[in-house]
C-alpha cells in the first residue's frame, strides 16, 4: 500500500521540478540576453593603452601603421603590416582585383607569417587621424576566424601619452601554422553582387565628401560615388582625442543618417579600408547586418558599365528612374471563372 497522500507528494515534487528547470531555462536566457548585451560594448572590440600596458606580454601586438612610422617608433614586440600586406597590388587601380583580399590559402599563410595563430589575443593599432588601417586588419582578422582581434583605443598616439615604451628594433615574427577553412561571419560583399542589389540595400560612402561629390584622390577612373549611397564619412565615429565615442552617441549618429539596425547595410570607401573600420564600429553599435564592400569604389568606377553619381545627393541606378518615368503598363486582370 502507498503511504497517505502519496500521490500528491510525487506530483508536487514533479511541479517543483518542472518549476526549476523552467527557472533554469529563463535564467540562461536573461544570460544568453546578457551576453549578447555584452556585444554592444567596446570592450568587445577595443582595449585601452593602460590595458595593454599590463598585458602586454599575453597578446600578440600588430602595427598596421606604414613602414616608415613604425621604424620611427613603434610599440615594443609589434610586427608590421600595413593594410597593403594583406590585398593583391597586382596591376593598375582600378582593375578587377587590385586591392583585394588575398584567397583564404594565401591570406592564411600571410597571418601565419606574422606570428598569428588565432589561440592568442591580437591587439592592433594604428595612427589618429589615419586612413583607419588598424579596422581593416581587425576586420580581416575577424573574417578569417581570429575574434579575439582587437583594436587599440586612440592608436599609438593614446600608447605614448599613457607613457608606454617606444621601440625603433623590428621585430621579426616566428611564423606558425594558420588555416582559414571558410571566411566567417557574412563580412564582405563582390562587385556582382552589389550591382545587382542596388536599390535593395543600404550603401553608405565611408569617404570624405569631397570624394563622395566627385573629388578624386587615389587615380580613381571616374569621381563620384554608387548610386543610392549616403555620405557618412568613417571619421565620425572619433571623439576629438580620436578615441572611439561610446555605444549610445554612435547609436544616434547612425540613427540621424535614417540607419535600422534591422537593415542590410554596405559600406564602401576607395580600397575597403576605412569602410572595414565603419563596419566593425557599425557591428559593436547593434547594426549587425554591416558588411563591407572590399573591391569598393576603384573596381566600381573602373567598370565602365557601372553607374555612378556625382553632386551631394544619393542620387539612385538608372533602372529605378527609368522604372518611375516609364511605369509598366498594369496586367489586366485574368476574369474568374464561374461554375
Known sequence: MFPPNFFYQERMTILKRISLLVSGL???AVSVATAAGTELSKDTLFVEAAWLKANISNVSVIDARPASMYQKGHIPGA???EWTYFANMKGQPGSPGWGDLFS????AKKIGALGISGKKPVVVYGDCGGWGSEGWVVWILHLSGVTSAKKL???YNAWVAAGGKASTTATKPKGVAFSIPAFQGGLNVT???????????TIIDARTPFEYEGGRLFQEKRGGHIPGAINIPFDVVFKGDMTVREINDLQSIFTMHGLDPEQEIIVYDTAGVRSAYL?????MAGFEKA???DSSFQEWAGNMELEVVQGKEPGRPAKDELATENPLPQATPVPQQTT
Open 291 to 293: 558588411r563591407n564592400y
Open 79 to 81: 610586427v608590421n603590416a
Open 279 to 283: 563596419v566593425m564600429v557599425l557591428r
Open 191 to 201: 562587385t556582382p553582387w552589389l550591382a545587382s542589389k542596388l536599390g535593395e540595400v
Open 153 to 155: 583605443d586612440g592608436g
Open 104 to 107: 583564404r590559402e594565401t591570406l
Open 26 to 28: 529563463l535564467l540562461c
